[in-house]
């Protein structure tokens, strides 16, 4: 599940730092936040509000191991699910500037096995289509069944889900997709397509963002990784991100809770770029911050033209069957991997086991959100999570008139 299951239907009106706030308007903001979390369906969660320049408030609440009584701050890390996918898009977006692809490119021009969509074999799938969610490739059942691996064998006290395989099932992410989407894969099948033309129809994707990473790895001769660190992680100072447990300080790692109080063990993702970075609200806040200095023209890790690119949106009334504008769907419209909302807001949400997220920015005002929560999320948890999120829009104008 690389979505979140929260809909927010709600219709409410290169040096990065830490601006210094009013602290009235900082401390009210911590004591309502402190208030929600008492309600006890959310372990533990990081918040940051962020404009252009600043990251204006962030902070974490409740606990990233509750055992230990470990606090969860803005500096804890943990796997932000489908919020990764805008990595793509910006990594796609460097490539193209490095001219190593470009964006109407067919796959195929990049792959070491073919991807077609059976019932139109003659319909080439570009890079475009990945990025916007039209190839017309479809999330498998195999994706579900085996791309989740256990980090540990052994997971004493912890819950394992029952489709969580055991670390020797890992596969390299090559070839998980082929096994997937090649004809001669082992899990292949037609149904993974949709029987609509490349290009013609919306199918939110895991897959195709993983194969988009793909191509993107052939296309420059580094590994996904390695381009993200290069071009994207150590421009904005991210030093508490990476893809893998190896690339972080497990210290700092959040624990995963299946409940408020039921640890989940932890897990991998075989297609680790769909939903896999681990990172802090600290270090995503200073993402935002630069996708919104991009959106005004003033980004420092793509050029104008690239950001004009990212967010413009890609797909029309024709490529859906239906539409829900509210405030933060971020399937309204595409950019390249990035969610476009009818509403003024850009960015995109995620949901793991035992992750949700959001993040948005508001394109009028220039400010934006990101809520990461470490907790599998039931019906009264699902409340909570919408009312930090309102909570955090209450305060984002206040905050940034403030410094």
């Not at 109407?104 to 289509?129: A, C, G, M, W």
Request: glycine content about 8%; charged content about 25%.
């Amino acid at each position: 599940m690389k979505k979140t299951i929260i809909t927010l239907t709600l219709s409410i009106s290169l040096n990065f730092g830490f601006c210094q706030i009013n602290n009235t308007t900082s401390n009210k903001l911590t004591q309502e936040l402190e208030n929600i979390y008492s309600r006890d369906h959310i372990t533990g969660f990081s918040v940051a509000i962020v404009d252009q320049k600043n990251i204006l408030f962030t902070k974490g609440f409740g606990y990233s191991d509750i055992k230990k009584k470990l606090e969860y701050t803005e500096n804890t890390i943990q796997n932000i699910a489908s919020i990764s996918k805008t990595f793509i898009g910006i990594a796609l977006l460097k490539a193209q500037e490095l001219n190593k692809l470009k964006l109407d490119d067919p796959i195929n021009k990049y792959l070491s096995f073919q991807v077609t969509n059976p019932y139109f074999p003659n319909h080439e799938i570009t890079i475009r289509q990945l990025a916007t969610h039209t190839s017309s490739i479809k999330d498998a059942s195999s994706y579900e069944k085996y791309g989740y691996i256990l980090k540990e064998r052994n997971n004493d006290g912890t819950k394992v889900n029952r489709n969580f395989r055991l670390p020797s099932e890992m596969l390299a992410q090559n070839t998980f997709l082929k096994q997937i989407l090649s004809i001669d894969g082992k899990w292949y099948k037609k149904g993974s397509f949709l029987k609509n033309i490349p290009g013609e129809k919306f199918e939110y994707s895991n897959i195709a963002a993983g194969l988009a990473a793909l191509v993107l790895e052939n296309a420059t001769g580094k590994s996904f990784s390695e381009f993200t660190n290069e071009y994207i992680f150590k421009p904005l100072t991210m030093s508490n991100t990476g893809w893998s447990f190896n690339e972080v300080n497990i210290l700092k790692h959040s624990k995963l809770y299946a409940s408020a109080e039921t640890e989940l063990a932890f897990y991998l993702l075989v297609n680790y770029p769909d939903g896999g970075l681990i990172t802090s609200s600290s270090d995503l806040g200073k993402y935002l911050s630069e996708l919104i200095a991009g959106f005004n023209g003033k980004g420092k890790i793509l050029n104008k033209k690239s950001y004009d690119e990212l967010f413009t949106p890609q797909l029309t009334e024709g490529h859906f069957e239906e539409r829900n504008d509210s405030a933060y769907n971020d399937e309204y419209n595409m950019g390249i991997f990035m969610g476009i909302s009818a509403q003024n807001q850009i960015g995109h949400t995620g949901g793991d086991p035992g992750v949700a997220t959001h993040m948005f920015f508001n394109t009028k005002t220039g400010v934006g959100k990101i809520l990461i929560v470490n907790t599998d999320l039931n019906k009264e948890g699902v409340k909570e999570f919408i009312d930090i999120w309102k909570k955090l829009e209450e305060y984002e104008n206040e905050l940034k008139n403030s410094r």
